[in-house]
């Protein structure tokens, strides 16, 4: 794998349990981020409770975001092999979150829970995924002070991986009586400043998806800094869409800054600030400069 520093799952849930020794520590893990985690998990008996516990469904239990006591009151409880595979598996993705809170298991379930929903600006409601280090990154410079203390008020501790795959931690005042109101409300400004987080990471997992092999040649942080440095530039030249911010981005990660020196440049710029639709031409065009940048 290429992730510039791994985590040891095992050593920081012990480190966490011991500089909180009257506290449980726990594990948030998206399975749907994970692949082999719920089959991974069904192998132990840690104490677990996924966030979606109101359904019963395989298929939905299996991507659900689960909770996992890993230390109660200073003693590790969770099962070392699970946390090697973790430490093997998780350790350059966005799928975990360390939690530090006295609260117990059961009630921490149902109060990230209430977290889960988001009303966004014409009152729309969708799955707010805070379990996402990224989206956790975003949300702690997004909300102000009073929502961000009251929704992350459950737990006196949220540590998670930052974009250089080094643990960040947020120390928050805990609130035995929860503060938080479901569901989350964002105004316009806040729900434009999470898409516009989230825009390098659509683009990151479709390029991913599409060129992987080309995309493994990168560690995940550089991954993340060479997409944000070209997604910017794709916005300058006016690309807007997701789409088409990932074409431009994998054509300079396929074929370098030649393409930009080629003079079908023009009208992949055009089509692309039109947003893809014509992707019969697009495609004939794009296949035709990369065989001139070999």
């Known amino acids: 794998m290429n992730n510039i520093s791994s985590i040891d799952f095992c050593n920081t849930i012990q480190s966490a349990a011991v ?4 506290q449980n520590v726990y594990l948030l893990l998206d399975q749907a981020g994970l692949p082999g985690a719920y089959q991974e998990l069904q192998k132990h008996s840690t104490p677990r409770l996924t966030l979606f516990d109101d359904t019963t469904e395989k298929s939905a239990v299996a991507v659900a975001p ?9 003693v590790l409880i ?4 699970l946390l090697h ?3 093997e598996y998780a350790s350059d993705t966005s799928s975990t979150v360390f939690l530090v809170s006295p609260l117990p298991i059961e ?4 109060r990230l829970s209430l977290r889960l929903e988001v009303e966004l600006s014409e009152e729309a ?4 995924r805070y379990y996402d280090p990224r989206i956790l990154t975003a949300l702690t410079s997004i909300l102000d002070k009073v929502e961000r203390e009251a929704f992350l008020g459950l737990a006196s501790a949220w540590i998670y991986p930052d974009r250089s795959g080094q643990l960040k931690t947020t120390e928050t005042t805990f609130n035995l009586d929860d503060a938080f109101v479901s569901p989350l409300k964002l105004h316009e400004n806040q729900e434009f400043a999470f898409l516009e987080a989230s825009e390098v990471d659509q683009v990151l997992d479709l ?4 060129i992987p092999r080309k995309m493994r040649e990168f560690s995940v942080t550089e991954q993340f800094f060479r997409v944000k440095d070209l997604v910017s530039k794709a916005k300058f030249e006016g690309v807007e869409s997701i789409l088409g911010c990932s074409i431009f981005c994998s054509l300079f990660l396929r074929g370098s800054s030649k393409v930009s020196d080629s003079p079908l440049w023009i009208d992949i710029m055009t089509e692309l600030k039109n947003g893809a639709r014509d992707m019969a031409r697009l495609d004939d065009l794009i296949e035709e400069l990369l065989l001139g940048c070999v």
């Open 85 to 87: 595979w973790l430490s």
């Open 78 to 81: 969770a099962k070392k092999r």
């Open 207 to 210: 390029l991913r998806t599409v």
């Open 19 to 22: 500089d909180s020794s009257d």
């Open 107 to 110: 009630v921490m379930r149902m």
């Open 125 to 128: 409601s969708a799955i707010f």
């Open 66 to 74: 689960v909770l996992i006591l890993a230390a109660e009151r200073g």
